[in-house]
Every structure is written in structure tokens, then in C-alpha cells.
């Protein structure tokens, strides 16, 4: 008879939480510090061209 697994894995490692894992959250847009347009968090502004 051919040797049969132990049981299942851990649901971790199955990728059953997967389902419940949110992504990363969509940038919201702040006003930047030099000039006040609108800017992405984290990126340089389009504007002047600082971060």
C-alpha cells in the first residue's frame, strides 16, 4: 500500500487565508508641502518636483 500523507498541512500554508489578505490600500492624495496641489503620498509632486 502506498504511503498516505499525514494529514493536511496547516491552513496557512494550504493559501486558504488568501481569501481574507487585503491588498495594498490605494494611495489617497495629500497636498503638497511646498506648493498645496494635490499629490500621492510617498511619490514627488508633479508640480515641483519634490517628495
Not at 493559501?15 to 498645496?36: D, F, L, N, Y
Not at 496641489?37 to 510617498?42: R, S
Amino acid at each position: 500500500m502506498t504511503a498516505l500523507p499525514k494529514h493536511w498541512p496547516s491552513s496557512r500554508r494550504q493559501g486558504r487565508r488568501r481569501a481574507t489578505h487585503t491588498g495594498p490600500t490605494i494611495q489617497k492624495p495629500v497636498a503638497c508641502k511646498h506648493c498645496g496641489k494635490p499629490k500621492l503620498a510617498g511619490f514627488e509632486c508633479p508640480n515641483c518636483k519634490t517628495s
